[in-house]
């Protein structure tokens, strides 16, 4: 199956559109657009999403979280996009400042040392409640703000259960969805949590072969053997 992305093959077609994609799970998100499914729901505004990755960004405008960091000033941002329209705006000009380790250029030499932190693993700014490191004082703002201020700011709308950081709160969020939005490329098995998809690719769906004890067919992923040994069982009844 991973051989489709490089060799072109794209054996699953829209039966609505005709566009074609190497993965069943692709196409399955594709055809969202037709149905007018929008599975993502915001817990804290109506707004609803086709895409995970569209849901993600808008989650950051409720939480503040600002992921994105600018290596010459440290200014962070919401959008990758952004980040990239800071520096061509504000940081183009000389640069005479390189990283000896890869070679990235920077105008101030503090702007160098704040990025030469992370090859160094340098993380001097500490927590004062629980020692925990960070690289960034505003991380470590957003640390203290999340995990000892004792706030839990970030309450649930279907139970009321709050948690104290967002990312929290969304996660929680796959337990109160009827559907199972997530689904590997592999095998179209479905999940509700992208850790549990992701457990399960790296463990079932990695590339390994999997033969049947009884008629020695093969199969690339576990859940597929699991099906197919259910014929067999139902043939021997």
Known sequence: IHLQIHSGLKPHVCDICGKAYSHQGTLQQHKRLHTG????????????????????????????????????CGKDFIRSSDLRKHERNMHTNNKPFPCTHCGKTFNKPLSLKRHERQHLGERPFSCPDCGKTFTLPSRLEEH???????????????????????????????????????????????????ETLRLHQEQRCAGRIFVCVDCHKSFQCAAKLARHMLDHRGAST
């Open 37 to 72: 499914e929008r599975p993502y729901r915001c817990p804290f505004c109506i707004k609803t999403y086709i895409w995970s990755s569209d849901y993600r960004k808008h989650i950051r405008t409720h939480t503040g979280e600002k992921p994105y960091v600018c290596d010459s």
């Open 144 to 194: 203290r703000k999340a995990i000892h201020s004792g706030a839990r700011p970030f309450k649930c709308t279907e139970c009321g259960v709050s948690f104290a950081m967002a990312s929290r709160l969304v996660r929680h969020q796959y337990v109160h969805n009827k559907e199972k939005l997530l689904s590997c490329a592999a095998c179209s098995k479905n999940f509700s949590q992208p």
